[in-house]
């Protein structure tokens, strides 16, 4: 297993274990259960948007599609993916959407930061170099003094979603799913502007890298979700 399959792996107990202790007795086993849903299917559709981009190599070794240990998540897919398995899992279980996304916000947090510890760690998403910058190593394993662009945007991942959980303490009659709204969009400002600063290769779409494309797409889902759940709430 890989340091970065290692912090995922220990990031999803973190999340999970959260949630369970932060639901009522009653609602333990539910939250539990559509939590691992939507880890599953996040785990899926991070693969899946790895696995697209490079099928010539992929098609030639298909029995390694499913070794995610091995590395290999594209977190595009991985947040599209999640944002599905919260609307299947509302589905099978007790819970409204609104309600179960902001129940699982414990898990987003705890995932995001893993990841961009993960990517410092093994080498992906690094920023450009400079000589101000921190040691950090690319996908060849080339230590450069670069801009510190994983550590920044696990500490503004922390500074947000813990703002965002502040606010939902001190407002008691938040509407449901706007903590999940706001989480999510604050998450992907951080993205986008990453995703302008990263140097590490990957597809570009009309002048601008898929990544960012996909930032923007959910930043707009993020922000209509939210205007939702204030219209809702004064209902």
């Given amino acids: 297993m890989t340091l970065f399959s290692l912090l995922l792996a220990l990031a999803a107990v973190l999340g999970l274990a959260w949630i369970t202790f932060d639901s009522s007795p009653r609602l333990r086993d539910a939250s539990l259960n559509a939590a691992v849903l939507v880890l599953l299917a996040a785990l899926i559709g991070g693969r ?9 190599y992929f098609q030639n070794h298909l029995i390694e599609i499913p070794q995610v240990w091995l590395g290999g998540l594209a977190w595009p897919g991985a947040l599209a993916g999640a944002i599905l398995g919260v609307l299947v899992a509302a589905r099978v279980s007790e819970f409204p ?14 995932l995001a930061v893993a990841v961009w510890l993960g990517c410092w760690v093994t080498g992906c998403a690094y920023g450009q170099e400079a000589d101000w910058g921190l040691p950090a190593k690319d996908e060849w394993g080339i230590w450069k003094s670069r801009l510190p662009l994983q550590l920044i945007g696990a500490v503004l991942t922390v500074a947000s979603l813990w703002s965002v959980e502040r606010f939902r303490q001190r ?14 969009g604050l998450l992907c400002l951080i993205l986008l502007g990453a995703s302008i600063l990263r140097a590490d290769p990957y597809p570009v779409y009309s002048g601008l ?5 996909a930032a923007i797409a ?14 809702k709430g004064r209902r």
């Fill in 48 to 56: 899946a948007a790895y696995v697209a981009p490079n099928w010539p």
């Fill in 97 to 110: 959407v609104a309600v179960l996304a902001d129940r699982l916000m414990p898990l987003l947090a705890s």
């Fill in 171 to 184: 407002k008691k009659n938040l509407s449901s799913g706007l903590t999940a709204s706001l989480g999510l």
């Fill in 209 to 213: 890298r898929l990544e960012t494309w």
């Fill in 218 to 231: 959910l930043l707009v889902i993020s922000i209509l979700s939210g205007f939702y759940a204030i219209i």
